[in-house]
């Protein structure tokens, strides 16, 4: 049996109810064998002092003073019960008056036992020399003036026969009942527990993304039902803690947003004046660098927080040319200063019309395109390329930069995460950029990844649902 088919409950439950039935069975079978053996063997005792009740009528003593069974009595002489029949009658002092053939002259039972048959039907199983059992009968009977014990019996070799056959076809009922009792039960439980399976299947799908899904309640009034309820108010508890830290996040942000504008404004304003001195230009420098850090920051985590309000499905219809095009607007001042060309084929897709919201795709788009800036050298190329397949366009971003640790490509996308490679650290920022991108990509229904197979820097590839493709364009 395959162990893993036994770790699941429906096999278990089959292997308990199979072994549980497989006992009650074989009791039964002790029982029933044991009551069919006893009744037999009191219905052949019954028959045996009936047939020595009618030989007592049928001997007689001849003139000669032998002992003589009349046997003209039997309508049927060839029948069993007169040729297996054996007996044989003494008297009190052990002399054989009467043997039936078929003994062959063996002594039946042997000597006389005390007071045997006197006043009743003495009944015990003798053994004959060539081993035959035989159930013997006896009884004091007194005939023409003369007290004789009569011993009648028969062999039980045929009687035990058929109760071993008896018990041959219980035994080998057992298994076939087991085999089809365990289909059966298997079955039934299987059925029994394919509620479960559906809850768990459903369950498994349910994430932090679509926590307002519930299981399906059949039957609130069974354990299942009961199950599935105890598990939605969980769900319940844990949407509203969602909600709650996501409300968190934005509140938070939004919060120390007027603070942190209210702190660079007079920065700005002190670095401006003629009577700040050298050194506290310097301080006052680094205060607002770090507070433009601290900014980035909020508006990440502002931006952050919609996409995880955000439903799948946005409510806007887009072109991917003209959101890639706006990208490359935005952040082609940044790649000039740099020398770096931003190199693109994309314009072969304006046909190509995507659903979702228009400005976190937008979002997500400028953050993979802003990494790919900040990690290029100068005096390089990005290379933006498109392609579609099974209803999917995919975008690649391929930069000339350092690349990223294969033992990275799963850790970038945490939120905060920052590489600890020493080329990339002092152009790393608050580690929020990639897990924005890939959220609402998610989001979007699909999916965004860095190649593992390129060569030389990174190559980040995302993947979009195509909404539909206007031809002519």
Same mark, same amino acid.
């Given at each position: 049996?395959?162990?893993? *088919?036994?770790?699941?409950?429906?096999?278990?439950?089959?292997?308990?109810?199979?072994?549980?039935?497989?006992?009650?069975?074989?009791?039964?079978?002790?029982?029933?064998?044991?009551?069919?053996? +006893?009744?037999?063997?009191?219905?052949?005792?019954?028959?045996?002092?009936? #047939?020595?009740?009618?030989?007592?009528?049928?001997?007689?003593? #001849?003139?000669?003073?032998?002992?003589?069974?009349?046997?003209? &009595?039997?309508?049927?002489?060839?029948?069993?019960?007169?040729?297996?029949?054996?007996?044989?009658?003494?008297?009190?002092?052990?002399?054989?008056? &009467?043997?039936?053939?078929?003994?062959?002259? /063996?002594? @039946?039972?042997?000597?006389?036992?005390?007071?045997?048959?006197?006043?009743?039907?003495?009944?015990?199983?003798?053994?004959?020399?060539?081993?035959?059992?035989?159930?013997?009968?006896?009884?004091?009977?007194?005939?023409?003036?003369?007290?004789?014990?009569?011993?009648?019996?028969?062999?039980?070799?045929?009687? +035990?026969?058929?109760?071993?056959?008896?018990?041959?076809?219980?035994?080998?009922?057992?298994?076939?009942?087991?085999?089809?009792?365990?289909? !059966?039960?298997?079955?039934?439980?299987?059925?029994?527990?394919?509620?479960? %399976?559906?809850?768990?299947?459903?369950?498994?799908?349910?994430?932090?993304?679509?926590?307002?899904?519930?299981? =399906?309640?059949?039957?609130?009034?069974?354990? *299942?039902?009961?199950? !599935?309820?105890?598990?939605?108010? @969980?769900?319940?508890?844990? %949407?509203?803690?969602?909600?709650?830290?996501?409300?968190?996040?934005?509140?938070?942000?939004?919060?120390?947003?007027?603070?942190?504008?209210?702190?660079?404004?007079?920065?700005?304003?002190?670095?401006?004046?003629?009577?700040?001195?050298?050194?506290?230009?310097?301080?006052?420098?680094?205060?607002?660098?770090?507070?433009?850090?601290?900014?980035?920051?909020?508006?990440?985590?502002?931006? *952050?927080?919609?996409?995880?309000?955000? +439903?799948?499905?946005?409510? #806007?219809? &887009?072109?991917?040319?003209?959101?890639?095009?706006?990208?490359?607007?935005? $952040?082609?001042?940044?790649?000039? /200063?740099?020398?770096?060309?931003?190199?693109?084929?994309?314009?072969?897709?304006?046909?190509?019309? @995507?659903?979702?919201?228009?400005? =976190?795709? +937008?979002?997500?788009?400028?953050?993979?395109?802003?990494?790919?800036?900040?990690?290029?050298?100068?005096?390089?190329?990005?290379?933006?390329?498109?392609?579609? !397949?099974?209803?999917?366009?995919?975008?690649?971003?391929?930069?000339?930069?350092?690349?990223?640790?294969?033992?990275? $490509?799963?850790?970038?996308?945490?939120?905060? &995460?920052?590489?600890? !490679?020493?080329?990339?650290?002092?152009?790393?920022?608050?580690?929020?950029?990639?897990?924005?991108?890939?959220?609402?990509?998610?989001?979007?229904?699909?999916?965004?990844?860095?190649?593992?197979?390129?060569?030389?820097?990174?190559?980040?590839?995302?993947?979009?649902?195509?909404?539909?493709?206007?031809?002519?364009?």
């Amino acid at each position: 049996m395959n162990w893993c *088919l036994v770790k699941q409950i429906r096999s278990r439950l089959t292997v308990w109810y199979i072994a549980v039935l497989a006992m009650i069975l074989a009791v039964y079978v002790v029982l029933v064998f044991a009551f069919q053996y +006893r009744f037999i063997r009191n219905q052949i005792f019954h028959d045996e002092v009936q #047939d020595l009740v009618t030989v007592e009528g049928l001997l007689y003593f #001849d003139d000669a003073g032998a002992l003589k069974l009349q046997q003209d &009595y039997f309508s049927h002489p060839q029948s069993h019960l007169l040729i297996d029949r054996l007996m044989e009658v003494h008297d009190l002092s052990g002399v054989v008056l &009467y043997r039936t053939p078929n003994l062959a002259g /063996e002594s @039946l039972g042997g000597p006389s036992l005390p007071n045997e048959g006197d006043d009743r039907f003495d009944q015990r199983v003798v053994r004959l020399s060539d081993g035959t059992h035989v159930s013997l009968v006896s009884h004091l009977h007194t005939m023409q003036g003369r007290v004789v014990l009569i011993r009648l019996g028969y062999s039980l070799a045929p009687f +035990r026969m058929r109760m071993t056959q008896f018990l041959e076809i219980l035994l080998i009922a057992i298994p076939i009942a087991l085999v089809f009792a365990g289909f !059966a039960g298997y079955q039934i439980a299987r059925q029994a527990l394919k509620p479960l %399976e559906e809850m768990a299947s459903t369950a498994k799908q349910i994430t932090a993304r679509n926590l307002n899904e519930r299981l =399906l309640i059949e039957n609130p009034d069974d354990e *299942l039902g009961h199950m !599935a309820a105890v598990f939605n108010d @969980l769900l319940d508890r844990l %949407e509203q803690a969602f909600q709650q830290l996501h409300s968190f996040t934005g509140d938070a942000a939004h919060e120390l947003r007027a603070p942190m504008a209210a702190i660079r404004a007079v920065g700005e304003i002190a670095l401006r004046e003629q009577e700040t001195g050298e050194r506290d230009k310097d301080a006052l420098a680094s205060i607002l660098e770090e507070t433009a850090r601290l900014e980035d920051t909020i508006e990440g985590l502002l931006l *952050l927080a919609r996409a995880e309000a955000a +439903r799948s499905i946005g409510p #806007d219809n &887009y072109s991917l040319v003209e959101v890639l095009g706006e990208v490359t607007e935005v $952040l082609g001042v940044l790649a000039e /200063e740099r020398r770096i060309r931003l190199s693109s084929n994309i314009h072969a897709a304006s046909g190509i019309v @995507l659903s979702g919201d228009r400005g =976190l795709i +937008r979002s997500a788009v400028m953050n993979v395109v802003h990494n790919a800036i900040k990690f290029s050298p100068n005096d390089s190329t990005i290379t933006f390329t498109h392609s579609v !397949a099974e209803g999917q366009v995919q975008l690649t971003v391929q930069d000339q930069g350092p690349g990223i640790e294969r033992s990275e $490509l799963e850790s970038i996308f945490g939120r905060f &995460y920052t590489s600890p !490679a020493g080329q990339t650290a002092p152009n790393s920022g608050a580690g929020l950029g990639l897990s924005i991108a890939q959220l609402v990509i998610q989001r979007s229904g699909g999916e965004i990844f860095f190649d593992p197979d390129v060569s030389v820097g990174a190559c980040c590839v995302i993947r979009l649902p195509v909404h539909r493709v206007v031809s002519g364009q």
